[in-house]
């Protein structure tokens, strides 16, 4: 069973910290997304990484895959209260349709 | 350029009644995937349509079944409604190769009573 493991759960930060989000499986998956979730909201796709060790770069946001494609990780520089909400990494085995999602990293930043 | 339409955004339903879902995808995507997402927790998949057919299904029970229409639009009905149905059901779309970026629209709010 394909599962992604994100950590922290929970993470509550004052303005200008930086942090780091983990999404972690033993499986391998073509690629990675990772989502942010306002509530009562779908999820909005932030990013899509696809080769092994490659890092993308969204504004203060950093997402990093890992070379063997099994885990991924997603840092911001300077966390903003406009940062707050819930953080989905995303992925499907190669050749798979069935897109599993983590549990999610609830991020509140304080100002 | 429309993005992911749900209907209704809420909904109020008996235990053991039934539930109609509607979702129409974004424009130019032909797939539709729906996730059911309890409180706290991230989107679980129930299953996929690609060309109005079942392309893939998780682990959910026969009560859930779905449709897609030749416009690509979809339906997710739920039968014999329990209490743990209880969830944000969540409606994405995306084009037919695999493993492709979803965009999600902004779910139904499901509440058994």
């Known amino acids: 069973t394909q599962l992604l493991e994100q950590s922290p759960q929970f993470l509550s930060i004052q303005e200008g910290e930086n942090l780091t989000v983990y999404c972690n499986s033993s499986?391998?998956?073509?690629?990675l997304q990772w989502y942010r979730q306002e509530p009562g909201e779908g999820p909005v796709l932030l990013v899509t990484?696809?080769?092994?060790?490659e890092v993308k770069k969204l504004k203060r946001l950093t997402f990093q895959f890992g070379d063997a494609r099994k885990d991924s990780s997603l840092h911001i520089t300077a966390a903003q209260p406009g940062d707050t909400g819930l953080y989905l990494c995303a992925g499907a085995a190669t050749g798979g349709f069935k897109t599993i999602f983590g549990a999610g990293t609830r991020l509140f930043v304080k100002a | 350029d429309a993005g992911v339409t749900q209907s209704p955004t809420h909904l109020i339903k008996t235990r053991g009644q039934q539930v109609t879902l509607r979702c129409s995808p974004k424009s130019g995507h032909d797939t539709v995937s729906w996730y059911q997402q309890a409180l706290g927790q991230g989107p679980q998949f129930i299953f996929q349509?690609?060309?109005?057919?079942?392309?893939q299904r998780g682990n959910f029970p026969d009560r859930f079944s779905g449709h897609q229409f030749p416009n690509y639009s979809s339906e997710l009905n739920v039968n014999a409604l329990l209490l743990g149905d209880s969830a944000l059901y969540l409606c994405a779309s995306s084009l037919g190769t695999v493993n492709t970026e979803a965009f999600f629209g902004q779910g139904t709010r499901l509440t058994v009573v």
């Open positions: 499986s391998v998956f073509s690629s």
């Open positions: 990484v696809v080769t092994g060790g």
């Open positions: 349509y690609y060309e109005e057919e079942e392309r």
